[in-house]
């Protein structure tokens, strides 16, 4: 069964950076699309970054020019580099895989940003 670990969450101050990765256990075949999503506690996940599997990316506008997201198909891994942090980017970041026949989520790791 395929799952998902992410690491790299912790805790920042306002202005730092911090590196999101999420890696595929098991086999995994014709990924579409890859992605990070967040999510605070009362209101509804969000996107924040995706990478098809041509390596087209999109970004959340909140997050533009701060965030990249980058993968590694070899290792089945996809990335979150964060940068110039804000309190508000304070969540739970998801990692999202989707193929043709499968859409896995990662358990969630905790990003907090002190301001």
């Known amino acids: 069964q395929l799952q998902l670990v992410e690491s790299g969450g912790g805790k920042v101050q306002s202005g730092g950076s911090l590196r999101l990765s999420c890696a595929a256990s098991g086999t995994v075949f014709n990924i579409i699309r890859m992605g990070w999503y967040r999510q605070v506690a009362g209101k509804q996940r969000e996107m924040v970054a995706l990478?098809?599997?041509?390596?087209?990316?999109t970004l959340a506008d909140s997050v533009k020019g701060r965030f990249t997201i980058s993968k590694d198909n070899a290792k089945n891994m996809v990335n979150l580099q964060m940068s110039s942090l804000l309190p508000e980017d304070t969540a739970v970041y998801y990692c999202?895989?989707?193929?043709?026949?499968?859409?896995?989520w990662g358990q969630g790791t905790q990003v907090t940003v002190s301001s």
């Open positions: 999202n895989f989707v193929s043709t026949g499968f859409n896995v």
């Open positions: 990478i098809t599997r041509s390596g087209s990316t």
